[in-house]
Structure formats: C-alpha cells, structure tokens
C-alpha cells in the first residue's frame, strides 16, 4: 500500500469533516424567523410571512374601526391596514419610538402592518428548535401561539400570523 | 320611449369629482355628485333636516368628538339626509385607477360599509364614503343639533 504524505492524510480528513457537516448542514431543516419585541417580552414571526420591515409612519384614522387596527398607512400607494398586537394580546399600549416599526405581513390573502416595538434580528434557525407552547400561557396569547425558542438565553414566544388574521377577519364580521 | 340611459357596467367613469372634507377625526371624500348641497349646522337646524353625524353612525369610540359647522345634503326619492362634518376641504378629479379598495381586514369589519375606498393622497389617506350606504343608518340615529 502507497504511502501517503501527513499532510494529505490531514487534507483528506478535514475533506472527511466537512461533508459529515454539510450532510449535517442539509439534515436539518431551518426556517426564517423575524424576532421583536413587544411591551411584555420578545416574540417572532415566521419570516416567509414577514415582507417588508417599515420605519414607524403616520397612521390614518378610521372612524368605527376596532381599537387593534388603529388606521392604515400609506406605503409606496399602497394603502394598508395597520394592527395594534399590543390590544390584541391584552398588554398596555407601546410608546412609540426610534426603535418602532411596522412590519407588513402577508397570509392567505390577507396584508397588513403590525406595529412591532422594535426589531431586534432576522435569523435562520432550525425547525427542531421551535418547541410546542407552554400551556400555561393566558388565553389571548394561547390562540396565536404556534411555538417557543430560546434566543440569548431568552424565550421568544412564535406567533402565527394566519391564526392573527382569522382571529381579526371573524371578530370583525 | 327608449331608454338610452348606459348599463350599469358600461357606466363606471374614468374620472370622479370628489369633495373631500374632515369628520369624525379622520380625512374623507364624497363623490360631488352624490351631494345636493352644503348649509351651515344653523340651516340644518331650521330646515328639520334629519341629520347624521359620522362618528356615531360608524360607532366611533368617545374620543372622536363631533362638532360639525357644515352638513352635506344628499336627497333618496323625497327625503332630504344630511351628514354633519367638520370642515369643507378642497374638491379634486381623481382618476379611477388611483383609487384603491379598503384594506382587507377593514372591509370585514361590521359597520364600515358606507366606506368603498380609499384614495391615496401625498401626507393622507382620504376614506371614500358613499353617503347612500348611510342612510338606513341615518334613518334611525337621525338627531337635531343641540
């Protein structure tokens, strides 16, 4: 058998640890999360339903609309309809800062803004990581919530946008 | 007699005038066509007309306050209506192309059917409103000023 050199062996086993780490790489599943913060604590959005990510802008009134859409903005020409989570989960009304957004989300048909505290990252991580909802969440979060992950030692909570929309789109009628 | 009145799908115009006006705390619009006139809340008073002021018939919350000083008429058969507002604002020709519908979940909400549209303006968003989807409103929340 030939010899071969030290450093091809090492070349060849570094070759060898590499592919175990695409394999490992391609195995696990990873999906896009928008993460923000909320009043209370840190939630995320998947981010295939995240389109756009909007400084906080001027807010049209609707009069007779529900207290959680506060009005609609105008993007671009587009005019769209504006959610207030904060109402919609129970918690107190956000201040509005530098660090406000409006993320324009998009679901089964339905588009609108949802006024975000602030972004904090948009990150890939793997499915396996979303884990299944505590069930000792307060109802109004418990219907929106579709899973839980850590984020620097933190819990993010994972909404369901869809649910959001359904919610919304049945209460109003 | 022929009737050579255009069918109702080869009725929808390229362009509308639109009398935009504030109430209810918010920037609306009424197509000039469907408005017969515009007299001060005094007039109203002493005509009787029946009057509906547009944060109540939408079920706005208390914080938008009405306090109209015009009312626009709007007449169905023999009935005279008129919607109080807040303040006259300009009159524009809007092509149909720039209006847009309601946003999705607005359109869903109970209530906020005499709004039809939205038309998208440089700092604002004017409702489109159509006064005749408020009448049955009108109808039975009409009230004199105080």
């Given at each position: 058998?030939?010899?071969?050199?030290?450093?091809?062996?090492?070349?060849?086993?570094?070759?060898?640890?590499?592919?175990?780490?695409?394999?490992?790489?391609?195995?696990?599943?990873?999906?896009?999360?928008?993460?923000?913060?909320?009043?209370?604590?840190?939630?995320?959005?998947?981010?295939?339903?995240?389109?756009?990510?909007?400084?906080?802008?001027?807010?049209?009134?609707?009069?007779?609309?529900?207290?959680?859409?506060?009005?609609?903005?105008?993007n671009r020409g587009d005019i769209?309809?504006?959610?207030?989570?904060?109402?919609?989960?129970?918690?107190?009304?956000?201040?509005?800062?530098?660090?406000?957004?409006?993320?324009?989300?998009?679901?089964?048909?339905?588009?609108?803004?949802?006024?975000?505290?602030s972004v904090l990252d948009v990150?890939?991580?793997?499915?396996?990581s979303i884990k299944p909802p505590?069930?000792?969440?307060?109802?109004?979060?418990?219907?929106?919530?579709?899973?839980?992950?850590?984020?620097?030692?933190?819990?993010?909570?994972?909404?369901?946008?869809?649910?959001?929309?359904?919610?919304?789109?049945?209460?109003?009628? | 007699?022929?009737?050579?009145?255009?069918?109702?799908?080869?009725?929808?115009?390229?362009?509308?005038?639109?009398?935009?006006?504030?109430?209810?705390?918010?920037?609306?619009?009424?197509?000039?066509?469907?408005?017969?006139?515009?007299?001060?809340?005094?007039?109203?008073?002493?005509?009787?007309?029946?009057?509906?002021?547009?944060?109540?018939?939408?079920?706005?919350?208390?914080?938008?306050?009405?306090?109209?000083?015009?009312?626009?008429?709007?007449?169905?058969?023999?009935?005279?209506?008129?919607?109080?507002?807040?303040?006259?604002?300009?009159?524009?020709?809007?092509?149909?192309?720039?209006?847009?519908?309601?946003?999705?979940?607005?359109?869903?909400?109970?209530?906020?059917?005499?709004?039809?549209?939205?038309?998208?303006?440089?700092?604002?968003?004017?409702?489109?409103?159509?006064?005749?989807?408020?009448?049955?409103?009108?109808?039975?929340?009409?009230?004199?000023?105080?």
């Amino acid at each position: 058998m030939k010899e071969k050199r030290k450093t091809d062996l090492i070349i060849e086993e570094l070759k060898k640890r590499k592919g175990k780490e695409r394999t490992v790489d391609v195995e696990e599943e990873k999906v896009k999360v928008v993460i923000f913060t909320l009043k209370d604590g840190h939630y995320a959005f998947p981010g295939s339903d995240v389109k756009e990510i909007l400084p906080f802008m001027d807010i049209s009134a609707v009069p007779g609309a529900p207290d959680f859409i506060p009005g609609v903005i105008n993007n671009r020409g587009d005019i769209e309809s504006v959610i207030n989570l904060n109402r919609f989960l129970g918690l107190p009304d956000s201040d509005r800062t530098a660090a406000t957004r409006i993320a324009m989300a998009s679901k089964a048909g339905v588009r609108s803004g949802i006024i975000l505290d602030s972004v904090l990252d948009v990150v890939d991580v793997p499915v396996s990581s979303i884990k299944p909802p505590l069930s000792t969440l307060d109802d109004a979060k418990k219907e929106l919530v579709s899973g839980e992950m850590t984020y620097h030692d933190g819990i993010v909570v994972m909404l369901d946008i869809g649910r959001l929309f359904g919610k919304l789109c049945a209460h109003g009628r | 007699m022929a009737d050579d009145r255009p069918a109702l799908t080869n009725d929808i115009p390229k362009e509308i005038d639109f009398l935009l006006f504030r109430a209810a705390g918010a920037s609306m619009a009424v197509e000039a066509a469907q408005v017969e006139g515009i007299i001060s809340r005094e007039q109203a008073e002493q005509r009787a007309i029946k009057v509906g002021l547009l944060g109540r018939l939408l079920g706005a919350d208390g914080a938008i306050v009405d306090a109209p000083s015009k009312v626009l008429l709007f007449r169905d058969g023999n009935e005279t209506y008129g919607i109080g507002i807040n303040a006259l604002d300009t009159m524009v020709r809007e092509k149909i192309g720039t209006l847009q519908p309601l946003p999705e979940l607005l359109s869903h909400v109970e209530g906020l059917q005499p709004f039809w549209g939205v038309l998208p303006r440089e700092n604002e968003v004017v409702l489109l409103i159509d006064l005749f989807r408020l009448k049955s409103l009108i109808g039975n929340q009409a009230e004199q000023f105080a």
